[in-house]
């Protein structure tokens, strides 16, 4: 009888630890429209408006909000936005990339918009990533894989 009953208990342990690990799996799709709408209202410039949608906006993070803004007005036409979540071991993060299609979809600006938790309805931080800073990120990880990152087109010069 005893074994049954550790039997039951550990089953029951095991339906509770699932249950909890896929909820901090599960995509909150009200976090993915926030982080959508967060990023467009930078594309607008209502950097108040998207300050809003922060946990606590503090001087450091709004510095990088206004960097971010001046460096998406030379994102060009014809990029598309991707988001898609990352699940790090902490928090919850839906990453942004604003991708080239015409260049093998090949990030060119991306932003990383987390939340502390799955059901928390505030971004507690953002990480904005330029185009220079993603190139030599997949430099370093095809050089850690064995890859050679292929040659940079020719870019022509006006004089």
Do not use: W
Request: charged residues 30%; aromatic residues 6%; positive net charge.
């Amino acid at each position: 009888m005893k074994r049954y009953q550790h039997t039951l208990l550990l089953l029951i342990l095991c339906v509770i630890c699932s249950i909890k690990t896929a909820a901090q799996t599960t995509p909150n799709p009200e976090q993915k429209q926030i982080a959508n709408q967060f990023l467009a209202l930078l594309e607008r410039h209502k950097i108040e408006e998207a300050a809003l949608l922060l946990t606590k906006p503090d001087k450091k993070q709004m510095d990088a909000i206004n960097k971010a803004v001046k460096e998406m007005d030379s994102i060009p036409m014809g990029t598309k936005l991707l988001i898609m979540q990352v699940n790090p071991e902490k928090g919850v993060i839906y990453r942004s990339s604003y991708i080239m299609v015409n260049e093998n979809y090949k990030s060119y600006y991306q932003a990383d918009v987390m939340f502390e938790k799955s059901i928390d309805r505030k971004i507690a931080k953002v990480k904005f990533f330029n185009r220079k800073y993603l190139e030599e990120d997949e430099k370093k990880r095809m050089a850690r894989v064995g890859e050679t990152p292929p040659e940079a087109p020719a870019v022509k010069v006006k004089h």
